[in-house]
Nanobody
Framework: QVRLVESGGGLVQTGGSLNLSCVASGRVFNNYAMAWFRQAPGKDFEFVAA????????YYGDSVRGRFTISRDDAKKMALLQANSLKPEDTAVYYC??????????????????WGQGTRVTVSS
């Protein structure tokens, strides 16, 4: 059974940083791309970042590009999201996802078949 478990969320002030982690189990980790999405209160899911199964290609949503960095550690079966220069609008539940996106469709929720339960990030102004 595939399982993704996020951690690292919390309360941080504007301009602060957080490091989110996602530990995967249940299938061969380095066969799959990893991604982060988020959902703010009352809003739709938003693509945050993704990394290819090789780790050589990364993708970012426009709102986080230049501030967030996604990486992966295949030995530890982990996906990591370093979030810097946080803003109140980054407040959301952050979800880790795993899948095999087709082509360059890394920003589509439908391309990922496994999801974590989420970790909450709150950025105070």
């Amino acid at each position: 059974q595939v399982r993704l478990v996020e951690s690292g969320g919390g309360l941080v002030q504007t301009g602060g940083s957080l490091n989110l982690s996602c530990v995967a189990s249940g299938r061969v980790f380095n066969n799959y791309a990893m991604a982060w999405f988020r959902q703010a209160p009352g809003k739709d899911f938003e693509f945050v970042a993704a990394i290819s199964w090789t780790g050589r290609t990364t993708y970012y949503g426009d709102s986080v590009r230049g501030r967030f960095t996604i990486s992966r550690d295949d030995a530890k079966k982990m996906a990591l999201l370093q979030a810097n220069s946080l803003k109140p609008e980054d407040t959301a539940v952050y979800y880790c996802a795993q899948g095999i996106p087709q082509g360059t469709s890394y920003n589509r929720r439908s391309e990922y078949d496994s999801w974590g339960q989420g970790t909450r990030v709150t950025v105070s102004s």
